[in-house]
């Protein structure tokens, strides 16, 4: 999925301090709840969605670096998601549905339809784009997930792009009707240890949990890693704290052990988690780097594959000073420059519709940040 914000923000994100909480044995960690923030996405999705990662209180859980909560939407009467093709660089797409379909295409020549309970998983390295939408015709008439990305490692920038899709992913369900089905990574419960098979280069984990009201689950985890619980629904409680809807708990490494709790009303949750990622990164629409440059250079990349109907750059001025306004994506104002199948992020094919033009960058330059001592 793309991100849609018209005037995206650049961001430069660095692992928090990740001491061990110091308290004594077998209390509780301390839980730091990060509240989401509504952000309108525009384009012909035209819907809010609720971010919580990356914000200033934190920009990184172990190398997820991006977490959108978004629906339940009613696509019965619309169009439903329709995202154009849109470029990515140096991290991961995580898709995960509660509810919906969406089908995805991609320039190394995918096409699939995921559901919920199913993984779609598309690694960027040194660049890719895809589309992704609503199927036509029959389809689920809510839509209703999270989308995530995880920051690739610097050794892995200029790998080349590949897509994943898991659709038997490990499942642990309790006497009391809990259920944990992990997504990317490993954990356990019950005694039983849960593997995916998807492919990551970072310590990573990744589950999403259904308590029915009343009941609590205890998942053994990798003390190593920090971990954050977004809550879908329901009343949850994160080690004993509770945690509100479209919210983020977050505890620091050391536990071996995390607690989640359902109240009076059934919860769904998603459990993300993973070692303290070690180095900086900018991020800025849909492309991850180490630098300004890079995302520029990446942008540059993407705009020569996309040619404007209005005749030159979005947002850049034309003859006699005026700006050119951004087309509206799947209007007919983009179309691929030739070529473009050869270039950098290759060429959707199959989607009907241009593909999505790059914001204008931001006139400030960043400089990565030093990770805190």
């Not at 960027?124 to 209703?144: C, D, K, T, V, Y």
């Not at 995530?148 to 659709?167: M, S």
């Not at 052990?257 to 991020?283: C, D, H, N, Q, Y």
């Not at 306004?325 to 420059?337: C, F, S």
Request: hydrophobic fraction near 40%; glycine fraction near 12%; charge should be negative.
């Amino acid at each position: 999925m793309s991100n849609l914000e018209t005037r995206p923000r650049e961001e430069v994100c660095a692992a928090g301090s990740h001491a061990p909480s110091s308290g004594t044995p077998g209390t509780p960690p301390r839980v730091e709840i990060l509240d989401h923030r509504q952000v309108p996405l525009g384009g012909t999705r035209a819907m809010d969605v609720r971010r919580t990662l990356p914000q200033r209180a934190r920009s990184l859980v172990g190398a997820w670096c991006f977490l959108d909560h978004y629906g339940p939407d009613d696509v019965s009467a619309s169009d439903g998601m329709q995202v154009p093709p849109h470029p990515h660089t140096g991290l991961q797409t995580v898709s995960w549905l509660f509810e919906g379909e969406i089908l995805h295409r991609d320039s190394v020549g995918s096409l699939q339809t995921v559901r919920p309970g199913e993984l779609n998983l598309m690694t960027a390295g040194r660049g890719i784009s895809h589309s992704e939408e609503s199927p036509a015709g029959l389809r689920p008439p809510l839509l209703h997930g999270v989308q995530l990305w995880v920051a690739l490692p610097g050794d892995r920038l200029g790998d080349e792009p590949f897509f994943e899709h898991h659709g038997d992913l490990p499942l642990w369900s309790g006497p009391g009707g809990e259920r944990v089905q992990v997504l990317v990574g490993s954990l356990s419960v019950g005694g039983v240890e849960l593997r995916s098979a998807a492919t990551v280069f970072t310590p990573l984990v990744g589950a999403q949990v259904d308590l029915p009201a009343g009941v609590s689950v205890q998942v053994e985890v990798d003390p190593r890693f920090e971990h954050a619980l977004l809550v879908d629904a329901g009343d949850a409680s994160f080690e004993g704290v509770a945690v509100p809807v479209a919210s983020l708990g977050y505890v620091e490494p050391g536990c071996s052990t995390v607690t989640v709790s359902a109240g009076e009303r059934p919860v769904r949750a998603v459990l993300i988690g993973g070692e303290p990622f070690a180095e900086e990164i900018v991020m800025w629409w849909n492309f991850v780097g180490r630098s300004h440059d890079e995302v520029a250079a990446a942008r540059a990349d993407w705009m020569a594959q996309v040619e404007v109907a209005q005749g030159d750059e979005p947002g850049v001025p034309a003859a006699g000073g005026a700006k050119v306004p951004v087309p509206i994506p799947g209007d007919g104002g983009t179309r691929y420059a030739a070529g473009a199948s050869g270039r950098r992020f290759g060429e959707v094919v199959g989607y009907d519709g241009g593909p999505l033009p790059a914001p204008v960058l931001p006139d400030v330059r960043l400089k990565p940040r030093r990770r805190p001592a």
